[in-house]
């Protein structure tokens, strides 16, 4: 066990809707990373938080948005879903901001848009 | 940018078999190479890692040497079991990236009893 949960584990929605998954990192840890893994674009960065600011941004498209509460936990927002946005969403934290090596890694959460 | 090329898989193998992974990088300055490994249904764990030139990272029996001249971290293991059966990534962190992780896109390993 990681210590980095996330839920939902599973989400099935349809086209055109709008999804939250959650995040809460491990106890002691400012910073979150959100990840999309897909068939086709493998693991890719999405976006960074650090003690609720956001700190780095990757290939997040606009249609997706993030934040980091003051509890520390993140929420990372889907809308407008398409087909191809069906993928594993993991979420990592770490102590630090510039040390994302160290982060550790949720179990992830599965979305099928259908 | 930054990249990493891995070897394509999957790889399927029997139990003692040696192992190795192909890893080669594409980075401005001096990354830190990392292997993670996400087991079925999990998310990813830091297997090993490397942070400078001719340092050898290991763990649970696995190894990857930092090859600068080279660009490389191949991933070995010598005699391997059912329980590695795993999605494998080759992995750079650089200070030109903000230290974001930059993932190879995975090799899956099947190993047969």
């Known amino acids: 066990d990681s210590g980095v949960t996330q839920t939902p584990k599973h989400l099935i929605t349809a086209t055109g809707q709008r999804v939250t998954l959650r995040c809460s990192p491990r106890?002691?840890?400012?910073?979150v990373y959100w990840y999309q893994q897909s068939l086709d674009q493998g693991l890719q960065f999405l976006i960074q938080y650090y003690n609720g600011e956001e700190r780095a941004k990757g290939n997040i498209l606009e249609r997706f948005s993030a934040q980091q509460f003051p509890d520390l936990h993140s929420e990372l927002n889907l809308s407008s879903l398409e087909l191809g946005d069906s993928a594993l969403y993991f979420c990592?934290?770490?102590?630090?901001?510039?040390?994302?090596?160290?982060?550790?890694f949720g179990q992830g959460t599965r979305l099928t848009v259908v | 940018g930054d990249s990493v090329t891995q070897m394509e898989g999957p790889v399927t193998l029997s139990e003692e078999a040696f192992l190795t992974i192909n890893c080669t990088y594409t980075a401005t300055g001096y990354p830190s190479l990392f292997w993670y490994v996400q087991y079925p249904g999990e998310g990813l764990q830091l297997l090993l890692k490397?942070?400078?030139?001719?340092d050898k990272g290991s763990n649970k029996g696995f190894e990857a040497t930092y090859r600068k001249e080279t660009t490389s971290f191949h991933l070995e293991k010598g005699s391997v079991q059912v329980s590695d059966s795993a999605v494998y990534f080759c992995?750079?962190?650089?200070?030109?990236?903000?230290?974001?992780?930059?993932f190879g896109a995975g090799t899956t390993v099947t190993v047969r009893a």
């Open positions: 490397a942070t400078k030139a001719d």
């Open positions: 992995a750079l962190s650089a200070p030109s990236n903000d230290y974001k992780l930059s």
């Open positions: 990592a934290s770490s102590v630090e901001p510039l040390r994302s090596a160290e982060a550790f």
């Open positions: 106890s002691g840890d400012l910073s």
